[in-house]
């Protein structure tokens, strides 16, 4: 399973950008798919996911990021709104199924003041 990632960028705070990532599988066969992001120095975090249908943000993010899958396109996209410079960070997309996972190559997000 191969995961290309997309749409990363420059964006000012208050912006919007969208990710997309596009599954080289049925993406309607993974029990979770996932957006995770990772700022320098510091740990990998969830951001956004999906499992068995149910959807789930990280805190910092809700009510901003829109986490969303297309079966029909094997696609996965994170709108995010109200960037804040504390968003920035290297994206990545991840699928799992069972004890299997798979992970995008990662897009940068930068967020300027």
């Known amino acids: 399973v191969q995961l290309q990632a997309s749409g990363g960028g420059l964006a000012q705070a208050g912006g919007s950008l969208r990710l997309s990532c596009v599954a080289s599988a049925n993406i309607e066969r993974f029990d979770t798919v996932a957006w995770h992001r990772q700022a320098p120095g510091k740990l990998r975090e969830v951001v956004a996911g999906?499992?068995?249908?149910?959807?789930n943000y990280l805190d910092s993010v809700k009510g901003r990021f829109s986490i969303a899958r297309d079966n029909a396109k094997n696609t996965l996209t994170l709108q995010m709104n109200s960037l804040k410079p504390e968003d920035t960070a290297v994206y990545y997309c991840?699928?799992?199924?069972?004890?299997?996972?798979?992970w995008g190559q990662g897009t940068q997000v930068t967020v300027s003041s």
């Open positions: 999906i499992t068995l249908g149910n959807t």
């Open positions: 991840n699928a799992r199924l069972g004890v299997r996972e798979w």
